[in-house]
């Protein structure tokens, strides 16, 4: 399986955001993880589509993963589709219809995925799965970065996992909440192949050295190279 590893740029320096994507996917990152949070749907605020846009003026050519933690949804699609996102993912309780969202998504160019918190069920999958690019399962509460992962997502994993391959669908399956060198392994196990860590990545090194995400990254591939 591909592997990606995908930063969230929650925990990064955003005095200095163009310049910690760039340090980042030069050690090797895949993706840039961008959370966000509307004060509403979770009880914190974070950046829109502007800081989107500017991360692609700016030169970043990697995958951006906009991860939505907004409600209602619809309204800021064609927004974050403009501002150069490739991924965008939101919450099925979220959103009144599902399918439109999904839609809205995939005419704006963009690649859709449903995201479930650690308590939500997957029934929103069984007429989807087949319209999605993306499966994101939460492994911490959606909100804030650096909490402890919660280990029954595994077991989601594994049941998200076994209905694309059932389906012989290529949707990939992605973990954000409580990943490091720890136990990225065997969330890999559990068939995620798209890793979202933030303050695991964001936290490393010191902070003058242009090279500090080198290792952590390298930790991260090194685990991987194991399953
Ligand atoms: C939480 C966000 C996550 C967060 C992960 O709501 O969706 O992407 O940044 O942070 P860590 O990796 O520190 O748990
Ligand atoms: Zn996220």
Same mark, same amino acid.
């Given at each position: 399986?591909?592997?990606?590893?995908?930063?969230?740029?929650?925990?990064?320096?955003?005095?200095?955001?163009?310049?910690?994507?760039?340090?980042? #996917?030069?050690?090797?990152?895949?993706?840039?993880?961008?959370?966000? %949070?509307?004060?509403?749907?979770?009880?914190? #605020?974070?950046?829109?589509?502007?800081?989107?846009? +500017? #991360?692609?003026?700016?030169?970043?050519?990697?995958?951006?993963?906009?991860?939505?933690?907004?409600?209602?949804?619809?309204?800021?699609?064609?927004?974050?589709?403009? +501002?150069?996102?490739?991924?965008?993912?939101?919450?099925?309780?979220?959103?009144?219809?599902?399918?439109?969202?999904?839609?809205?998504?995939?005419? @704006?160019?963009?690649?859709?995925?449903?995201?479930?918190?650690? +308590?939500?069920?997957?029934?929103?999958?069984?007429?989807?799965? =087949?319209?999605? =690019?993306?499966?994101? #399962?939460?492994?911490?509460?959606?909100?804030?970065?650096?909490?402890?992962?919660?280990?029954?997502?595994?077991?989601? @994993?594994?049941?998200?996992?076994? %209905?694309?391959?059932?389906?012989?669908?290529?949707?990939?399956?992605?973990? =954000?909440?409580?990943?490091?060198? @720890?136990?990225?392994?065997?969330?890999?196990?559990?068939?995620?192949?798209?890793?979202? @860590?933030?303050? +695991?990545?964001?936290?490393?090194?010191?902070?003058?050295?242009?090279?500090?995400?080198?290792?952590?990254?390298?930790?991260?591939?090194?685990?991987?190279?194991?399953?």
């Amino acid at each position: 399986m591909a592997y990606r590893i995908a930063p969230s740029i929650l925990s990064a320096d955003f005095a200095r955001l163009g310049e910690e994507v760039d340090n980042v #996917l030069k050690s090797g990152a895949d993706i840039v993880h961008f959370d966000v %949070m509307d004060n509403h749907y979770v009880p914190n #605020l974070t950046i829109g589509p502007l800081v989107c846009e +500017a #991360l692609r003026k700016h030169g970043v050519t990697a995958p951006i993963d906009v991860h939505l933690m907004v409600k209602p949804v619809d309204r800021i699609i064609p927004d974050f589709a403009k +501002a150069g996102a490739t991924y965008i993912t939101f919450h099925p309780e979220a959103s009144e219809h599902i399918d439109r969202t999904i839609g809205l998504i995939r005419e @704006a160019g963009c690649k859709p995925g449903l995201v479930f918190n650690p +308590a939500t069920p997957l029934d929103a999958l069984e007429w989807t799965l =087949d319209k999605l =690019d993306m499966v994101l #399962l939460m492994s911490v509460n959606p909100g804030f970065g650096g909490q402890k992962f919660i280990p029954h997502v595994l077991d989601k @994993a594994r049941k998200v996992r076994q %209905m694309i391959e059932e389906r012989g669908l290529e949707v990939s399956l992605e973990i =954000d909440g409580g990943v490091g060198p @720890a136990n990225i392994m065997e969330v890999a196990r559990a068939g995620v192949d798209t890793f979202v @860590a933030g303050s +695991a990545v964001f936290g490393a090194g010191k902070d003058s050295d242009p090279q500090r995400y080198n290792s952590i990254i390298a930790a991260l591939r090194a685990e991987l190279a194991k399953v």
